[in-house]
């Protein structure tokens, strides 16, 4: 199983602006209370990694419970919105407005230069030392940046392109840059993309099982999502600023990752944590807010180390493993 790191020189600003994601948060939690208020609306479930039971609450953020599995060490929302409340919420809240509107807009540009060329590159790269059919296809779900397709496009690996569910639906944007829009799920893919969604899922299980119907005999399923192995989630626990429902119901232990992909039935070809942002995470946190405690080593590596300390730091913690930014690459088991 292939891993990699990586670097692009990439801050925590650049695509996290504090007064954005302030506002988005703002809007999140004030939203949740509203959409979610009713108790038919949530669910109490078990761990969405693994399927154990047995689990004890670790934090309890804006009247939301995070319970830790006890096996897989995965930590979750429960009890979460239900499949049906979240799709109200996401069609119709403020919040999910103000993300597509606002924050990805306003960060469009960081976000093409540090990730999606980088993902782009990936995927292209995998697709064309894994797979053998000379007709390749390419769907994409939930898109936020119509750009990963002049990406994808300028390959010219991909016989079609395709978004699915998109999550601005840009009609005449797609249509200049030859994406099909697709109005049912697509099957028999090559290569088939989730950025950043697996977190917010009721049933990452049902998601996976879904997913891998839409993929050809050969066709490889790529995705990111934060895990609760990574150091600044380590760390930080209930204290990370960005943790909050529906935003993540799910921070799953690279373990607890490794185990939901054997129940869906796909292999891994890949799992690494590329993350550059970890220790800025930390650092950013504990200079907002001086009352977390923090171990007195990050402390000390924090305030009497140097630039180039955090990045051989970083560069460590993406090496092993150990940052929360989590990407996958994985086929159907043969």
Known sequence: MRHVAVSSGLQESEIRPSTLMSEFKRLSIEESKTYFLDPGEVEEIDCPACGSHLNSKVFEKYGFS???????????????????????????????????????????????????????????????????????????????????????????????????????????????????????????????????????????????????????????????????????????????????????????????????LDRAGLEILELSTPGQLDLQFVHHTVQQDPNIRIPAWISYLLTHRDAEAHEDFQAFLQKHRLSSHLRVAAKKKS
């Open 66 to 260: 995070y319970l830790l599995c006890a096996d897989c060490k995965s930590i979750y929302v429960s009890p979460r919105p239900t499949d049906e409340a979240l799709a109200h919420y996401y069609s119709e809240s403020k919040a999910s407005r103000y993300r597509v509107d606002h924050l990805a807009r306003n960060t469009a540009q960081a976000r093409h230069r540090h990730q999606i060329a980088a993902n782009a590159n990936w995927m292209g790269r995998i697709v064309d030392e894994s797979t053998q059919s000379t007709s390749k296809s390419y769907t994409d779900i939930g898109t936020t940046l119509p750009q990963l397709f002049e990406e994808m496009a300028s390959f010219d690996l991909f016989d079609a392109l395709t978004t699915f569910e998109p999550v601005s639906p840009l009609d005449s944007v797609y249509s200049d840059l030859k994406v099909n829009v697709a109005e049912s799920r697509p099957s028999e893919q090559t290569a088939v993309s989730s950025f950043e969604k697996l977190e917010h899922q009721f049933s990452p299980y049902d998601y996976l099982v879904s997913v891998k119907e839409m993929l050809s005999d050969e066709g490889i399923f790529f995705f990111t999502t934060r895990t609760v192995s990574g150091f600044d989630l380590q760390v930080l626990g209930g204290n990370a600023p960005y943790i909050f429902v529906p935003e993540h119901l799910n921070l799953m232990s690279i373990d607890g990752i490794e185990k939901l």
